[in-house]
């Protein structure tokens, strides 16, 4: 690496301040470097003064190549707590991988880990009885595996860690470069940290959806199918399979290549469209049905899936002007048939034979078919599409269904205000379903794509609302709440669900996973359907802000 970048590097970490630590005069600096094909090799490097481990660093990078994603940062606000504190704090944890500091298991930093190393490598584990979002994590500590990586980063092994009765955590600030940018990560207490500070947002968002967009596009195999997902910490990837999420991924990525112009990837869609139809489906009668087949349990036919597929399907012939999937997109109508129930509400979950599995199974399929509904009306214009759509909002404005907080109620109602336009019992539907939710929507410091899913139509209700005249259904609610809400939320997933480089670097096949989203709660997984829903939200952000 060159002198110049090299000297670009140092200028940008002393930038940061806190170059020692106060107590021993002392600094530390940490500084990862990645091929982008192999996980960074990481160095903790130790010296009396700042230059003095920096001239260690810059060694480092005299060899690492001019491309390399490179990592520096320096360790700050160093806290000795004896070995139980640290175990009890990290079993209370309510969501693993959510341990946010390094830890050093000696005074000496000779067995430091940086908070991504442990995320990286899945080091710290949750117990077996820990289920996402239902009790404690109970993650612990693997000292096994953290023994062996230490061996082979360090060159030789470390005494027993388990003997440790203290262990150091610590903070740090930092910077990563791609070879020719320079980025300060984010030092602040919330999910963002460790992240790049983003300095040209709208840029940085353009830039990263594209890189999305090509992600989930090369997750389409040559047979159509989906490289369902997989667990980076782990080198694993996710052998199941699931219908609706293969419907509504297809569904996103072509949004992606609207945005993007990438017309190259249409094929793929189209076969992706093709091998779901095929495999995916099947006809009773006059009736086309998305069938589930899942591991060891009876096959099903579920609302959800069969929503998701017309959803595909209109999409392809919006984006395309391709009109080769119509005659599916009306027999998959057809199936919706056997789904309702008089009251205009539906079953959720049919056996292959149509008779009733689960009456309800979740409330995202009731919204999701209205809408589907409404996006195959807009295409077609067939009186009984209208009919079962404005059943099923009737329905859904009769049941309270304002308090679910549903995102894909949000799509229906805005849909459907594109059809009924003065309709203010569905308009008022729509503005609880979101406005009951903002204390929520604030507070969560998760990613949780569907929030921004759920602001995105919001907000361009809210100005339909304003645009036919009906401002006065808005006066008892916050609507610059709701738009700083939107704005916030949609920054704070790209920093904390987006696979970019930083992180990225410490996980297995680095450049692989740039341009996919994870969840980090669960192994930092990264699925069609997290891409899916991720890519969704931030496109219809980006295109209706800028």
């Known amino acids: 690496m060159k002198r110049t970048i090299i000297k670009k590097f140092k200028e940008a970490v002393i930038d940061l301040g806190d170059l020692t630590d106060r107590s021993t005069g002392e600094s530390t600096l940490a500084v990862s470097v990645s091929n982008r094909k192999k996980r960074a090799a990481v160095h903790f490097y130790r010296g009396d003064s700042f230059n003095q481990a920096w001239q260690q660093v810059s060694e480092t990078l005299a060899t690492a190549p001019q491309d390399a994603w490179v990592r ?7 806290q000795r707590r004896s070995a139980a504190a640290v175990k009890k704090s990290l079993a209370a944890m ?65 005494d027993d860690l388990t003997a440790a009765q203290n262990i150091w955590t610590f903070t740090t600030a930092g ?87 990438n017309w190259d990837d249409l094929p793929r869609a189209k076969q992706a469209l093709t091998w779901g139809l095929e495999h995916l489906t099947i006809h009773v009668n006059d009736a086309l049905f998305v069938i589930e087949r899942p591991k060891n349990k009876d096959p099903e036919v579920k609302l959800g899936a069969q929503a998701m597929l017309i959803l595909a399907l209109c999409k392809y012939q919006e984006v395309s002007k391709d009109e080769a999937f119509m005659d599916q997109a009306q027999q998959a109508f057809n199936g919706i048939i056997a789904f309702r129930q008089p009251s205009g509400r539906f079953n959720h979950v049919l056996n292959p034979d149509l008779t009733v599995k689960d009456a309800f199974r979740i409330i995202y399929y009731e919204g999701e078919i209205t809408f589907a509904m409404a996006r195959l009306y807009e295409l077609i214009h067939d009186d009984r599409v209208l009919d079962m759509m404005q059943q099923s909002l009737d329905f859904m404005v009769a049941h309270d269904y304002g308090r679910y907080h549903d995102h894909w109620i949000a799509y229906a109602v805005n849909e459907a205000m594109l059809i009924f336009t003065d309709n203010r019992d569905y308009m008022r539907l729509g503005l609880k379903n979101v406005f009951n939710h903002l204390d929520f929507i604030e507070k969560r410091d998760t990613a949780y794509p569907t929030l921004l899913e759920l602001l995105d139509a919001a907000v361009k ?21 709701l738009r700083r809400a939107w704005h916030y939320r949609a920054l704070h997933e790209l920093a904390t669900g987006a696979f970019q480089p930083e992180l990225a670097m410490y996980f297995y096949a680095p450049s692989k996973f740039v341009g996919g989203f994870f969840a980090r709660h669960d192994h930092f997984r990264t699925r069609i359907d997290d891409c899916e829903h991720f890519l969704s939200g931030l496109i219809n952000y980006y295109n209706y802000v800028y």
């Open 72 to 78: 520096i940062e320096i360790v700050q606000a160093i």
């Open 94 to 158: 309510t969501r693993m991988n959510y341990w946010r500091d390094g830890v050093s298991f000696d005074q000496d930093f000779k067995t430091a880990l940086l908070e991504m190393e442990i995320n990286g490598h899945a080091f710290f584990k949750p117990g077996k009885d820990h289920r996402i979002g239902k009790n404690p994590s109970a993650s612990w500590i693997d000292y096994s595996q953290i023994t062996k990586y230490l061996t082979r980063r360090n060159g030789e092994q470390p």
């Open 175 to 261: 910077i990563f470069s791609n070879g020719t940018q320079i980025w300060p990560l984010d030092e602040s207490a919330a999910g963002e940290r460790g992240t790049r500070r983003l300095v040209a947002p709208r840029q940085e968002l353009r830039d990263y959806l594209s890189l999305g967009e090509a992600f989930l596009a090369r997750q389409i195999k040559e047979t159509g199918q989906f490289v369902y997902g997989y667990y980076p910490a782990e080198q694993r990837v996710l052998s199941s399979y699931n219908s609706v999420r293969h419907f509504s991924s297809i569904y996103a990525l072509l949004e992606a290549i609207a945005y993007t112009d």
């Open 461 to 481: 209700m809210t100005d339909m609302i304003k645009r036919t005249g009906n401002d006065d259904l808005l006066e008892q609610y916050d609507v610059q709440r």
